[in-house]
């Protein structure tokens, strides 16, 4: 019969400085309660099972994609002759700004360790092995998403220097965070070339500038955070947002979710993760947040009032 090992790993949320966070600045990202799941079945067969949240895809291990690649790379690390079947469970968006290659990497990384070396990996080799994945999908990943589905928790990060500072949990008094898919589905490594072209269009000084600025508007965030303070992470929210429109990350459907929020009356909301489709995310007060959840799903998104993974 043939062993089976399973596992899981986190989603996601970029709270403040994505993109940017590219190009020097720090930011905050928390893991999220909802998962990718995974089975790895050793019996030879190399038959691939992912499950979407609307459609499953069945392939075989000759078929050449980022994760077929990311298989045989790993059966190669860990020396596994015929390589093994998975079956993959998404519960939540993929290329929606969610984390989904991070956190694919790291399942597949653990499933592997655990099925070939019978423990749960060390970060170190998640760390190692993750970041090659990343590297296919993203082109230049800053790391924070590995960092924080690996780590868990509410992370401080800065690229070359890894995770700053860390939190377990988020405490905004009566504040709650509600993530809206707006369904368009997008490239991150695509997004990020972009940005990096808008970025490197502005003189070197203004260039430093705008990146030096949202640096101090996480590192105001990050301190609102801690002392939970809503309304100051309100502030840094919104600046955050325009900053992001600047440098071109939001489409007409974006900005309609963001104002539908506002005009429900939550406090301040902003695209997550690399933009261009993909998710919102924003703070409401803890009564109108079913307002907001009906009012969405109403209208067919996908609306989720996450808790943090640590
Ligand atoms: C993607 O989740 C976050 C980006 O900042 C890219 C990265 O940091 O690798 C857009």
């Keep these: 019969m043939a062993y089976k090992v399973a596992s899981q790993s986190p989603a996601k949320l ?14 905050v990202s928390a893991a999220l309660d909802v ?17 979407y949240l609307d459609h499953v895809e069945r392939y075989d291990i000759s078929r050449d994609n980022v994760v ?30 969610l984390g989904s290659s991070a956190s694919l990497a790291s399942l597949l990384t653990k499933l592997f360790h655990k099925m070939y070396r019978g423990e749960e990996p060390q970060k170190e080799v998640i760390y190692n092995f993750g970041s090659k994945f990343e590297e296919y999908v993203h082109g230049n990943p800053s790391g924070i998403d590995l960092s924080t589905v690996v780590e868990g928790g509410v992370i401080l990060y800065r690229r070359g220097e890894g995770v700053l500072d860390r939190i377990d949990s988020l405490d905004l008094g009566d504040s709650h965070i509600v993530v809206i898919d707006s369904g368009i589905r997008r490239s991150t490594g695509k997004l990020v070339a972009n940005v990096t072209y808008n970025l490197h269009s502005l003189p070197e000084d203004i260039r430093k500038d705008v990146i030096d600025l949202v640096d101090s508007i996480v590192s105001y965030g990050w301190s609102s955070i801690k002392e939970g303070d809503s309304q100051s992470l309100a502030n840094a929210i919104k600046s955050n947002h325009y900053l992001l429109k600047y440098i071109g990350v939001y489409k007409p459907k974006l900005d309609e979710i963001v104002m539908g929020f506002m005009d429900l009356g939550g406090i301040a909301a902003k ?3 690399a933009g261009g489709g993909g998710c919102i995310y924003g703070l409401a007060d803890k009564d109108i947040v079913r307002d907001i959840e009906s009012y969405f799903r109403g209208r067919g998104y996908w609306v989720y009032t996450p808790k943090i993974y640590f």
């Design 14 to 27: 970029i709270l403040l400085g994505e993109h940017f966070v590219v190009h020097g600045s720090r930011a």
């Design 35 to 51: 998962f990718v799941e995974g089975v790895l079945i050793d019996d030879g067969m190399g038959n691939i099972e992912i499950s």
């Design 68 to 97: 077929t690649r990311f298989v045989k790379f790993l059966s190669q690390e860990y020396d596994v002759d015929s390589t093994p079947s998975l079956k993959i469970r998404f519960n939540f968006p993929t290329s929606a700004g």
């Design 271 to 273: 695209v997550t993760g």
